[in-house]
C-alpha cells in the first residue's frame, strides 16, 4: 500500500519551518511518538488530520498529499502561462495560472503539456467580426471527442466546454487572443498559435 502522505516530507517541511516534532505534536493535539511514527514510516496520519497538518506546515493539502512543494514563477499572472488539468475519472476542466498542485477524486492531477497539431489535430480559426469561430473536423463519439476549446489572452482565459455527439465548434471574443488549446480525450493537449 502507498503511503498517501510521505514522512520525508512531513519530515522536511518540519524542519524547513524551525518546528520540533513536540511543536508540531502539540499543534496537532497528538504525541511527539505519533509524528515519530509518521517521519519513519511506521505510520500515517488519520484523514481527519491532513487539513491541520498542512497548516501547520504552511502547504496546502495537495501539495501534502503529492509530495511535492509548488513554487509559483507565475508572480505576474501572465494568462499565457496557464496550466490545464482533466481527472480522467469525471472529466473535470481546472485552469490555473501558473503551476498549483491539482487533485480530482484523490487523483493526483500532473498539469497537461500542450503538443502542436498535428494532422488528425488541425484547428480551423476564422475571425467573424469582433469573434473568432474555432472548429475542427475531430470525431465526436462517446470513445473518441474533443473535451473542450480554451482561448488564451494576456489577461484572461474562455473556456468552451464540448461534449461527445456534439460538434466541435465554439465562439470567443477576439479581445487580442494568442493561443486556442484544445483537448483529445485519448491524445492530449493541442495548441494552436495565432
Not at 44 to 62: F, G, H, Q, R
Not at 113 to 135: G, I, K, Q, Y
Amino acid at each position: 500500500m502507498n503511503q498517501y502522505v510521505t514522512g520525508a516530507m512531513i519530515r522536511a517541511l518540519r524542519e524547513q519551518h524551525g518546528l520540533t516534532q513536540l511543536q508540531l505534536a502539540g499543534a496537532l493535539m497528538v504525541s511527539d511518538k505519533t509524528v515519530s511514527k509518521w517521519e519513519t514510516g511506521k505510520g500515517y496520519p488519520d484523514i481527519t488530520l491532513l487539513e491541520p497538518l498542512a497548516k501547520a506546515l504552511n502547504v496546502s493539502v495537495a501539495e501534502l498529499l503529492t509530495g511535492k512543494p509548488v513554487a509559483n514563477v507565475n508572480l505576474s499572472a501572465n494568462m499565457l502561462r496557464s496550466h490545464f488539468y482533466v481527472c480522467p475519472v469525471c472529466g473535470n476542466i481546472i485552469h490555473s495560472m501558473g503551476a498549483a498542485p491539482m487533485c480530482c477524486h484523490g487523483v493526483s492531477l500532473p498539469p497537461l503539456e500542450a503538443e502542436p497539431e498535428d494532422e488528425t489535430h488541425t484547428l480551423t480559426v476564422e475571425a467573424v467580426e469582433d469573434e473568432f469561430f474555432v472548429s475542427c473536423a475531430h470525431e465526436m463519439t462517446k470513445q473518441h471527442y474533443l473535451s473542450f476549446f480554451a482561448a488564451v489572452s494576456t489577461d484572461r482565459v474562455q473556456i468552451v466546454k464540448l461534449y461527445p455527439e456534439g460538434n466541435a465548434e465554439a465562439r470567443f471574443k477576439r479581445n487580442m487572443v494568442k493561443r486556442i488549446y484544445f483537448y483529445c480525450n485519448r491524445d492530449g493537449l493541442f495548441v494552436h498559435k495565432l
